[in-house]
């Protein structure tokens, strides 16, 4: 359930990576201004008084703590009860039970 929430997660983020690309894009065309290169560098050409007057702190501390959220469910880590084998993905993890059978000569 944790790694489809995960998934769930990572998709809606890629989703939202997407949509801010194309908006960054139509917006680019429809007010014929290069909002990239003001992404990039930090300026953009246009009157002082549309300028924001300081950094806004909180915001940007509420998104990285979610980006943190959504990469540890994303990218949780194995069970410790796992064991090493299906930490490092090994060839054995989870293959238990079909090896058990091959020893008793089962081929099912």
Same mark, same amino acid.
């Given at each position: ?6 998934? @769930? ?30 992404? #990039?560098?930090?300026?953009? +050409?246009? *009157?002082?008084?549309?300028? #924001?007057?300081? &950094?806004?702190?909180?915001?940007? $501390?509420?998104?990285? $703590?979610?980006? @943190? @959220?959504?990469?540890?469910? +994303?990218? /949780? +880590?194995? *069970? ?5 084998? &299906? &930490?490092?993905?090994? +060839? ?10 091959? /020893?008793?000569? /089962?081929?099912?």
């Amino acid at each position: 359930m944790k790694k489809m929430l995960g998934l @769930v997660a990572l998709s809606v983020l890629l989703a939202l990576a997407i949509l801010h690309i194309v908006a960054v894009v139509i917006s680019s065309v429809l007010h014929r201004e290069n909002l990239v290169t003001a992404m #990039i560098t930090g300026f953009k +050409a246009g *009157d002082a008084s549309e300028a #924001i007057g300081r &950094a806004r702190w909180a915001p940007a $501390a509420v998104l990285a $703590a979610g980006v @943190v @959220v959504i990469w540890s469910l +994303a990218f /949780d +880590a194995p *069970d410790a009860r796992s064991g090493p084998a &299906a &930490a490092t993905g090994g +060839a054995d993890a989870g293959n238990h039970h079909h090896s058990r059978h091959r /020893d008793r000569g /089962d081929d099912s």
